[in-house]
């Protein structure tokens, strides 16, 4: 008999520790602005790195944690054709709010895409310029490239200061190999900023992809000039 009311309370603990939970996968759109696969899968990876979270809150402040921790979006790869396709995946207390959630991400991908579509050109520019940034670093020419900062950069940050936070960087990274490509974005304005119209070009290194180096620019009348330059390396 008592063993027959343990295993009973068992499977009552059981029960009420699991959790059911509603989830739904809603492709939003197919990326296929390209006739290059690969430039479709960058486009994945672009978007998966959007600050969309930041926008959200400001856009649906009546927005909890509950519902903003039940939000995650993803790029997939189809097995038949290799299309590559972006989902906003909603769970729980998420799905509640899809009527306010799906239409800003929507928007926020349309717009994105447009921008890496038709200004296309302009992205490669940049990912050139910020690889001639990063040798400038490379060369240890600190001050050539400080000179190429924008006055809200120079403001914030002192050359001595600059020079000081890069003092053991070549040393990190002489031995990470090139760089490739790891994200590129365009923000119309940064979230809680009245900053406009900013380019970030990221870029990692084949030996260790956790290692990266971030240049963010502003156009002023088609002059682009460094406002950010950020990096995370290994320990």
Excluded at 158 to 177: A, C, M, P, V
Aim: proline share 2%.
């Amino acid at each position: 008999m008592q063993s027959k009311l343990l295993i009973l309370a068992i499977t009552t603990l059981m029960f009420s520790n699991c959790k059911i939970e509603n989830k739904e996968n809603i492709e939003l759109r197919i990326l296929d602005r390209f006739s290059n696969h690969q430039d479709n899968l960058q486009l994945g990876i672009d978007l998966i790195n959007l600050k969309f979270i930041d926008f959200l809150v400001i856009d649906q402040p009546e927005l909890n944690e509950k519902v903003l921790k039940n939000i995650n979006w993803q790029y997939f790869i189809k097995d038949k054709n290799k299309e590559v396709s972006f989902k906003l995946i909603l769970k729980n207390e998420a799905l509640e709010q899809r009527e306010k959630i799906i239409p800003f991400f929507e928007s926020m991908v349309d717009e994105q895409l447009m921008v890496q579509e038709y200004q296309l050109p302009k992205f490669k520019e940049l990912i050139d310029s910020t690889e001639f940034n990063l040798q400038l670093l490379d060369n240890e020419e600190f001050e050539k490239f400080y000179s190429r900062t924008s006055e809200d950069f120079k403001r914030n940050t002192t050359d001595i200061e600059f020079i000081q936070i890069l003092e053991n960087r070549y040393s990190t990274i002489k031995t990470l190999g090139k760089r490739i490509l790891h994200t590129k974005q365009h923000y119309t304005q940064l979230p809680g900023s009245q900053v406009k119209d900013i380019w970030v070009i990221c870029l990692k290194y084949e030996k260790d992809e956790n290692a990266i180096e971030q240049i963010t620019y502003k156009n002023s009348n088609q002059k682009y000039s460094i406002i950010g330059y950020d990096y995370r390396f290994p320990n």
